[in-house]
């Protein structure tokens, strides 16, 4: 498939590579977010060197290495010679410094590397300082190992201030992601969207299917293909008990999501459920939530946990705990089971790009004021989609989005109000409501929108915000 959109991320690298100094940059993501494709799309038509190590030992790595070294500098004849990672860098460094255009090195999966090698950081780093700050070279590190790449750039790690750049690779978000589905309409996509997530090798899967129970029959609930087993591997890959792992996302994507909720759902001790959550944040598979009024967000009681990509969230939800159903042949039991909840596993990600859509309105200045935050609200009563609060806290935004086939009534509208008057906001605040619906809205509310300076967007509305 054709390489689509990461401008921002591209940019980004090029103006690494106009810099006049060395430049040493970290690169990392989860598995599958493009980082290999992004790489070759930038170092085209730049002298480079490219290479991805895999799981073998450091003598084949190498070998395989300096055979792309001879093409490149073919000037320096066979380089057999060089068996350890200490010696092919020792060998390549000094010499890209004396030449007149800047030599892109990438070192993709670097964890393989270090794996195979754990002085490389140590030797990187001298050869760093030796050679000018690595003048003349930019050398990117690139690694699916979010949490190893992380610890990499830490204080007590040996390559700490020596990178002068990173670039978290994310999955795209809804806006890019339709870029993969340009003749499809606002439904489809949303509900590709709520199934695939934004990892575009899940979506160049589901490109080619004719729809989503096409993908969701042939692609996910089918043991043969790569989606039915894929989080297992990309969990094994980085985890060492994968399984109390899956029990705690389990639990998130099904209901409980605060840490003391889920540590009794799974049966684990909370402390060890918090540490196992920590790491899951920093491995981009989590979100960390707190109402979006607290303002101390670090001391915030009411903590939450939601899952930040939509195909793990979907996995964890009718794929792990159905596979005997799949396994047993009975996948149409399993299909009845999505399809009668489908509706508002949906809703859930009409939510979150609801609130996507009202970040780029608040750019945009389509509300009355400027909110500086923008989340959710709930306390132990009550949940709140949206909510936006202004710098001087003296303003809100206050918001419900409804995915069902119904339309919404003036009733949605005084549910909401209800529920903002036991908030407790200042009462000189000013509150702007926002309700937003795929089935559009009753001329009731129609008129009482107009009436008292509601909002609503409907699904051509939101189409249009995130196009």
Same mark, same amino acid.
């Given at each position: 498939? #054709?390489?689509?959109?990461?401008?921002?991320?591209?940019?980004? %690298?090029?103006?690494?590579?106009?810099?006049?100094?060395?430049?040493?940059?970290?690169?990392?993501?989860?598995?599958?977010?493009?980082?290999?494709?992004?790489?070759?799309?930038?170092?085209?038509?730049?002298?480079?060197?490219?290479?991805?190590?895999?799981?073998?030992?450091?003598?084949?790595?190498?070998?395989?290495? #300096?055979? %792309?070294?001879?093409?490149?500098?073919?000037?320096?004849?066979?380089?057999?010679?060089?068996?350890?990672?200490?010696?092919?860098?020792?060998?390549?460094?000094?010499?890209?410094?004396?030449?007149?255009? $800047?030599?892109?090195?990438?070192?993709?999966?670097?964890?393989? /590397?270090?794996? !195979?090698?754990?002085?490389?950081?140590?030797?990187?780093?001298? %050869?760093?300082?030796?050679?000018?700050?690595?003048?003349? +070279?930019?050398? =990117?590190?690139?690694?699916?190992?979010?949490?190893?790449?992380? *610890?990499? !750039?830490?204080?007590?790690?040996?390559?700490?201030?020596?990178?002068?750049? *990173?670039?978290?690779?994310?999955?795209?978000?809804?806006?890019?992601?339709?870029?993969?589905?340009?003749?499809?309409?606002? $439904?489809?996509?949303?509900?590709?969207?709520?199934?695939?997530?934004?990892?575009?090798?899940?979506?160049?899967?589901?490109?080619?299917?004719?729809?989503?129970?096409? +993908? /969701?029959?042939?692609?996910?609930?089918?043991?043969?293909?790569?989606?039915?087993?894929? +989080?297992?591997? /990309?969990?094994? !890959? @980085?985890?060492?008990?994968? #399984?109390?792992?899956?029990? /705690?996302?389990?639990?998130?994507?099904?209901?409980?999501?605060?840490?003391? $909720?889920?540590?009794?759902?799974?049966?684990?001790?909370?402390?060890?459920?918090?540490?196992?959550?920590?790491?899951? @944040?920093?491995?981009?598979?989590?979100?960390?939530?707190?109402?979006?009024?607290?303002?101390?967000?670090?001391?915030?009681?009411?903590?939450?946990?939601?899952?930040?990509?939509?195909?793990?969230?979907?996995?964890?939800?009718?794929?792990?705990?159905?596979?005997?159903?799949?396994?047993?042949?009975?996948?149409?039991?399993?299909?009845?089971?999505?399809?009668?909840?489908? &509706?508002?596993?949906?809703?859930?990600?009409?939510?979150?790009?609801? *609130? &996507?859509?009202?970040?780029?309105?608040?750019?945009?200045?389509?509300?009355?004021?400027?909110?500086?935050?923008?989340?959710?609200?709930?306390?132990?009563? !009550?949940?709140?989609?949206?909510?936006?609060?202004?710098?001087?806290?003296?303003?809100?935004?206050?918001?419900?989005?409804?995915?069902?086939?119904?339309?919404?009534?003036? @009733?949605?509208?005084?549910?909401?109000?209800?529920?903002?008057?036991?908030?407790?906001?200042?009462?000189?605040?000013?509150?702007?409501?926002? %309700?937003?619906?795929?089935?559009?809205?009753?001329?009731?509310?129609?008129?009482?929108?107009?009436?008292?300076?509601?909002? =609503?967007?409907?699904?051509?509305?939101?189409?249009?915000?995130?196009?």
């Amino acid at each position: 498939m #054709a390489f689509l959109d990461r401008k921002t991320e591209l940019d980004t %690298l090029e103006d690494f590579y106009r810099s006049p100094r060395g430049e040493m940059v970290a690169l990392y993501g989860r598995r599958r977010v493009g980082k290999t494709s992004l790489l070759r799309e930038f170092a085209r038509g730049k002298p480079h060197i490219f290479f991805t190590a895999d799981a073998n030992i450091e003598k084949e790595q190498v070998g395989a290495f #300096a055979r %792309l070294l001879e093409e490149f500098m073919p000037e320096e004849g066979p380089l057999g010679r060089l068996e350890t990672w200490p010696d092919a860098l020792g060998f390549l460094l000094p010499r890209l410094r004396a030449r007149s255009e $800047k030599t892109v090195i990438v070192l993709d999966e670097f964890s393989e /590397i270090t794996r !195979q090698n754990k002085a490389v950081p140590s030797v990187l780093r001298r %050869l760093w300082d030796e050679t000018g700050e690595g003048a003349g +070279i930019m050398l =990117l590190l690139c690694g699916s190992l979010v949490g190893e790449m992380r *610890r990499l !750039q830490m204080g007590e790690e040996p390559l700490y201030g020596r990178f002068t750049g *990173r670039i978290n690779l994310r999955p795209f978000i809804f806006p890019e992601m339709s870029l993969f589905f340009p003749t499809r309409d606002f $439904k489809e996509r949303l509900e590709t969207y709520a199934v695939l997530g934004g990892m575009p090798m899940y979506l160049s899967i589901g490109n080619k299917a004719s729809g989503i129970w096409r +993908i /969701i029959e042939d692609e996910i609930l089918n043991p043969s293909r790569i989606l039915y087993e894929e +989080i297992p591997y /990309i969990l094994g !890959q @980085e985890l060492r008990d994968p #399984a109390l792992y899956m029990a /705690i996302l389990s639990s998130i994507a099904r209901g409980p999501t605060r840490p003391a $909720k889920i540590a009794a759902h799974t049966g684990i001790k909370a402390d060890t459920v918090s540490a196992y959550l920590h790491r899951l @944040e920093r491995m981009d598979i989590v979100n960390r939530d707190f109402p979006v009024t607290d303002k101390s967000p670090e001391k915030s009681r009411r903590v939450s946990y939601s899952i930040k990509d939509n195909f793990v969230r979907f996995w964890l939800r009718y794929v792990y705990p159905y596979k005997y159903l799949v396994e047993s042949g009975d996948r149409d039991s399993l299909l009845s089971i999505i399809k009668r909840d489908f &509706e508002a596993y949906v809703g859930m990600t009409a939510e979150e790009i609801t *609130r &996507e859509a009202v970040r780029i309105a608040n750019r945009d200045d389509v509300f009355p004021v400027r909110f500086s935050k923008i989340g959710r609200y709930w306390d132990k009563n !009550q949940e709140i989609d949206i909510c936006g609060v202004s710098e001087d806290g003296k303003a809100f935004l206050w918001g419900e989005c409804r995915w069902r086939r119904t339309k919404m009534s003036a @009733e949605d509208l005084g549910r909401l109000r209800d529920k903002v008057a036991t908030v407790g906001v200042d009462r000189e605040a000013k509150s702007t409501y926002l %309700l937003c619906s795929r089935s559009g809205f009753t001329k009731g509310l129609e008129s009482r929108a107009s009436d008292e300076d509601v909002i =609503l967007w409907d699904a051509e509305m939101l189409d249009e915000l995130l196009s």
